[in-house]
C-alpha cells in the first residue's frame, strides 16, 4: 500500500484533452512594428510546436482556439486575411498530420465560410478519420454559447419528435450533444497573451479543467512553455468536490 503511494506520486499527472485558447499575435507583430497579420502567420509555427509537444507527452486531445464567433467583428481584411491563412494551412499541413496518425477535425459552425474553405475542411477531416493518435480539433467559428444552444436545439427537436421524453434531458444527454462529447474530457485549458478569461471558448467542457494563464504572447509560446504548463497541471490538487483528504485517501 505504502509503496503504491510512493509509485502514484512519482507518476507525472499527465492531462489527457488540453484546450488553448491561442491568444497575443496582434501585441507581438506591433512589439515589432509589424502588421497585426504578421503575428497571425508567426503564430503558425507556436501551432506546430505544441503539436510535437502533445505527441511527445502522450496527450491524447488537443483542441485550439483559432477564431471565436466574436471575431468576425474584427476588420474585414483582418478577417479575410485569417480565412487566407486557414485555407494555406490547412492545404500544406494536413498531409504531414496524416503521415504522424494525427486526427484532425474543425468544430464551430462551418456555415458561414466559403464553399472552397468548407470543403477543404470536410476533406482534411475525411483524410484522417481514420487516424489512431492525437486528435487535433481547431476550433473555428466557434462559441461556448452557441455550442450549448445547438445541443439544446438538437435534443428540443428529439422530444418534438417524440424521439424521447422531457425526463431523458439530463447532463449527460445534453453532453452527448455537445462539441468533443467523444474525448476524454478536459484537463487543463490554457489561455496565452497575459488575459485571464475564457471568451466564450469551451464552457460547457471547462466546468472542471484546470485553467492556466501566461504572459507569454502565443508566437513566443513554445515546446518548453507547453511542457511547463503540463508540468504546473501535474502539481494541482483536482478535488472535483470532495475534500483534500478524500483525494489523497483515494
Ligand atoms: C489571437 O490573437 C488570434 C485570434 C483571435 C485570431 P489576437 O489577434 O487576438 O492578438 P491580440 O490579442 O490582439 O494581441
Ligand atoms: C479569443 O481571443 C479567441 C481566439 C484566441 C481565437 P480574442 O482576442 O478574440 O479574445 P478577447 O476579445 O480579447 O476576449
Ligand atoms: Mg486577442
Not at 456555415?111 to 477531416?125: A, P, T, V
Not at 473555428?140 to 419528435?161: F, M
Not at 492556466?212 to 504572447?217: E, G, I, M, Q
Amino acid at each position: 500500500m505504502a509503496t503504491d503511494l510512493v509509485l502514484e506520486k512519482d507518476v507525472k499527472k499527465i492531462p489527457q484533452h488540453i484546450a488553448i485558447i491561442m491568444d497575443g499575435n496582434g501585441r507581438w507583430a506591433q512589439a515589432q512594428g509589424k502588421g497585426r497579420v504578421a503575428g497571425h502567420k508567426a503564430g503558425v509555427d507556436s501551432v506546430r510546436a505544441v503539436v510535437r509537444g502533445a505527441r511527445k507527452a502522450e496527450v491524447k486531445a488537443l483542441t485550439l482556439f483559432a477564431f471565436s464567433s466574436e471575431n468576425w467583428q474584427r476588420p474585414e481584411k483582418e478577417v479575410s486575411m485569417l480565412m487566407d491563412l486557414f485555407m494555406f494551412v490547412l492545404t500544406k499541413e494536413v498531409k504531414r498530420l496524416h503521415k504522424n496518425n494525427i486526427r484532425f477535425q474543425v468544430i464551430g459552425d462551418l456555415s458561414r465560410f466559403s464553399d472552397k474553405l468548407q470543403k477543404s475542411i470536410i476533406k482534411s477531416e475525411q483524410l484522417t478519420v481514420n487516424n489512431t493518435g492525437l486528435v487535433l480539433s481547431v476550433a473555428a467559428n466557434y462559441g461556448g454559447r452557441w455550442d450549448i444552444t445547438n445541443a439544446a436545439k438538437q435534443l428540443a427537436s428529439q422530444v418534438r419528435n417524440n424521439e424521447m421524453t422531457l425526463d431523458d434531458i439530463t447532463e449527460e444527454s445534453l453532453h452527448q450533444h455537445t462539441c468533443l462529447a467523444q474525448l476524454p474530457s478536459l484537463d487543463l485549458l490554457i489561455r496565452t497573451g497575459g488575459d485571464c478569461r475564457i471568451s466564450n471558448f469551451l464552457l460547457w467542457q471547462a466546468a472542471y479543467a484546470e485553467l492556466y494563464f501566461t504572459d507569454v504572447l502565443w508566437p513566443d509560446f513554445n515546446e518548453d512553455e507547453f511542457t511547463q504548463a503540463i508540468d504546473v497541471f501535474d502539481q494541482r490538487e483536482r478535488r472535483f468536490g470532495k475534500t483534500g483528504a478524500q483525494v489523497l485517501n483515494k
